[in-house]
C-alpha cells in the first residue's frame, strides 16, 4: 500500500529536476518507521542534492503525508510530493534486486560489508544490469532491527572515527547520495560488478520473498524446523545465504522447481 502527499500546493512548471528525474537510475531511500517530519524533510534536501527522488516510508510514526516535513527540505517537493508509504519492510523493497543495510553496529550474521563510495559503484553497475538498488535506514533512535538487516543483501558503513561516528538521517543519507552521484559523474568502476546474462534479469525482493516463503514453508512440513526456539536463526541464516548469492529471476524459479521436487518425492515417501 502506498500513498503520496495530498498537500495542497499550487502546481509548478515543470523543472530540470523533474525532468532529470525521468530515467534516474538512483537507488530508493527507505527510512524504517521515522519519528519525526522533519527528519523526512531534511531526508529529501539530502536526496535531491544527490538527484535521487525515490523516498520510501515504513510506518511513519507521525503519519503522511505531513506539512511539517515541508520547510525543512528547503524545496525538495518533487522528493516529497511522490513519497510511497508502506506497511512493512517486505512491501517497501518488493521491487528491488539488491538492499543495503546502513548500521554502526556488529550483527550476527554473515554479509559482505561495503563503503559508500564501494556500494555507490556496485548500484552504478546493478542499473545497467536491469536491477533496481535502495538503501535502508533505521528509526533515528537505535536504527535497524535484526529482521530489517536480515533482508538485505549487503551491510553498508561509514567509516568514520569509531570514537564518536554518530550521524543524523540526512547526514547518513547525504554521505550515501554524495558518493552514488559522484561515481555517475566520474564514471568510476570500483568493486564487483553484477554480471547478468541477457536473457534474464536480478531478481526481485518480492520474488525472493516468495521462494523463502515456499522454501521455509517445506522445511515446517518436513520438520526440519522443527525446534520453535532456533526457528527464527535458521530462517535468517538460510534467507541469508541466498541473499548473497545474488540470484537470478531465472534462478529463483529452478529453485523453487527443487524445492518442489523434493517437496513431492518426500511426501511420496510418506
Same mark, same amino acid.
Given at each position: 500500500?502506498?500513498?503520496?502527499?495530498? %498537500?495542497?500546493?499550487?502546481?509548478?512548471?515543470? @523543472?530540470?529536476?523533474?525532468?532529470?528525474?525521468?530515467?534516474?537510475?538512483?537507488?530508493?531511500?527507505?527510512?524504517?518507521?521515522?519519528?519525526?517530519?522533519?527528519?523526512?524533510?531534511?531526508?529529501? +534536501?539530502?536526496?535531491?542534492?544527490?538527484?535521487?527522488?525515490?523516498?520510501?516510508?515504513?510506518?511513519?510514526?507521525?503519519?503522511?503525508?505531513?506539512?511539517?516535513?515541508?520547510?525543512?527540505?528547503?524545496?525538495?517537493?518533487?522528493?516529497?510530493?511522490?513519497?510511497?508509504?508502506?506497511?512493512?519492510?517486505?512491501?517497501?523493497?518488493?521491487?528491488?534486486?539488491?538492499?543495503?543495510?546502513?548500521?554502526? +553496529?556488529?550483527?550476527?550474521? %554473515?554479509?559482505?560489508?561495503?563503503?559508500?563510495?564501494?556500494?555507490?559503484?556496485?548500484?552504478?553497475?546493478?542499473?545497467?544490469?536491469?536491477?533496481?538498488?535502495?538503501?535502508?535506514?533505521? #528509526?533515528?533512535?537505535?536504527?535497524?532491527?535484526?529482521?530489517?538487516?536480515?533482508?538485505?543483501?549487503?551491510?553498508?558503513?561509514?567509516?568514520?572515527?569509531?570514537?564518536? %561516528? %554518530?550521524?543524523?538521517?540526512?547526514? *547518513?543519507?547525504?554521505?550515501?547520495?554524495?558518493?552514488?552521484?559522484? *561515481?555517475?559523474?566520474?564514471?568510476?568502476?570500483?568493486?564487483?560488478?553484477?554480471?547478468? #546474462?541477457?536473457?534474464?534479469?536480478?531478481?526481485? $525482493?518480492?520474488?525472493?520473498?516468495?521462494?523463502?516463503?515456499?522454501?521455509?514453508?517445506?522445511?515446517?512440513?518436513?520438520?526440519?524446523?522443527?525446534?520453535?526456539?532456533?526457528?527464527?536463526?535458521?530462517?535468517?541464516?538460510?534467507?541469508?545465504?541466498?541473499?548473497?548469492?545474488?540470484? @537470478?529471476?531465472?534462478?529463483? #524459479?529452478?529453485? #523453487?522447481?527443487?524445492?518442489?521436487?523434493?517437496?513431492?518425492?518426500? $511426501? +511420496? $515417501?510418506?
Amino acid at each position: 500500500m502506498s500513498a503520496t502527499s495530498t %498537500s495542497v500546493r499550487r502546481p509548478s512548471k515543470k @523543472t530540470a529536476m523533474e525532468k532529470s528525474e525521468q530515467g534516474n537510475n538512483g537507488p530508493a531511500i527507505i527510512l524504517i518507521e521515522p519519528q519525526m517530519a522533519e527528519n523526512i524533510g531534511m531526508v529529501a +534536501r539530502a536526496m535531491l542534492n544527490s538527484e535521487l527522488y525515490d523516498l520510501r516510508l515504513v510506518r511513519p510514526r507521525d503519519g503522511w503525508p505531513n506539512e511539517r516535513a515541508y520547510p525543512p527540505s528547503s524545496g525538495a517537493d518533487v522528493v516529497l510530493d511522490k513519497v510511497s508509504v508502506f506497511e512493512t519492510t517486505t512491501d517497501a523493497i518488493a521491487d528491488l534486486s539488491h538492499v543495503y543495510a546502513t548500521t554502526a +553496529r556488529a550483527r550476527d550474521m %554473515s554479509k559482505d560489508v561495503f563503503t559508500p563510495k564501494k556500494a555507490a559503484s556496485q548500484i552504478h553497475e546493478a542499473s545497467k544490469g536491469g536491477g533496481k538498488c535502495g538503501v535502508l535506514f533505521g #528509526r533515528e533512535a537505535w536504527g535497524l532491527n535484526n529482521d530489517d538487516v536480515a533482508l538485505s543483501d549487503s551491510i553498508l558503513m561509514v567509516p568514520l572515527n569509531p570514537a564518536f %561516528s %554518530s550521524l543524523n538521517l540526512a547526514q *547518513a543519507v547525504l554521505l550515501i547520495g554524495y558518493e552514488w552521484y559522484q *561515481a555517475g559523474i566520474d564514471d568510476e568502476r570500483l568493486g564487483e560488478t553484477f554480471e547478468i #546474462r541477457n536473457d534474464t534479469r536480478p531478481a526481485t $525482493k518480492e520474488e525472493l520473498v516468495g521462494f523463502f516463503e515456499h522454501l521455509e514453508g517445506e522445511l515446517d512440513e518436513s520438520g526440519f524446523l522443527r525446534v520453535a526456539a532456533s526457528r527464527p536463526n535458521m530462517v535468517r541464516n538460510l534467507r541469508n545465504l541466498f541473499n548473497r548469492a545474488r540470484m @537470478t529471476e531465472q534462478e529463483v #524459479r529452478s529453485m #523453487r522447481g527443487v524445492v518442489a521436487s523434493l517437496a513431492r518425492a518426500h $511426501k +511420496r $515417501k510418506k
